[in-house]
């Protein structure tokens, strides 16, 4: 049974880093394009990076873009997003997502809106932003 589990999230200051990691169970991530979603308290969720699966270059958010990197890690099944110099607006739980097929190698952005392509989510890890 394919899960995907996020981990990493935490209490961060402002400037800070965190590497967020999701680890998927029983398969390999190198033919899925990835990607990671964020959702804060009343508000809408929104899609901050996405990578194809026959790529190694990532879209991301304007709200991200320059501070935040997916990334395809070393171990086959695991993904991550490096998020520097954050801020409180990232406060959010950040869920990761996988997609396979002929979807998975024409993801365009902008816009960055994906989640319908997206069947396959993890549960969330928090994130918290704070001084």
């Known amino acids: 049974q394919l899960r995907l589990v996020e981990s990493g999230g935490g209490l961060v200051q402002p400037g800070g880093s965190l590497r967020l990691a999701c680890t998927a169970t029983?398969?390999?991530?190198?033919?899925?394009?990835l990607a990671w979603f964020r959702q804060a308290p009343g508000k809408e969720r929104e899609e901050v990076a996405c990578?194809?699966?026959?790529?190694?270059?990532?879209h991301y958010s304007d709200s991200v873009k320059g501070r935040f990197t997916i990334k395809r890690t070393g171990a086959k099944n695991v993904m991550a997003l490096q998020m520097n110099s954050l801020v409180p607006e990232d406060s959010a739980t950040y869920y990761c997502?996988?997609?396979?097929?002929?979807?998975?190698?024409?993801?365009?952005?902008?816009?960055?809106?994906?989640?319908?392509?997206?069947?396959?989510w993890g549960k969330g890890t928090l994130v918290t932003v704070t001084s």
């Open positions: 990578i194809n699966s026959d790529s190694d270059i990532g």
């Open positions: 997502a996988i997609l396979e097929g002929a979807r998975a190698t024409d993801l365009t952005a902008p816009p960055l809106d994906h989640w319908q392509d997206f069947a396959s």
């Open positions: 029983n398969l390999y991530l190198d033919l899925f394009a």
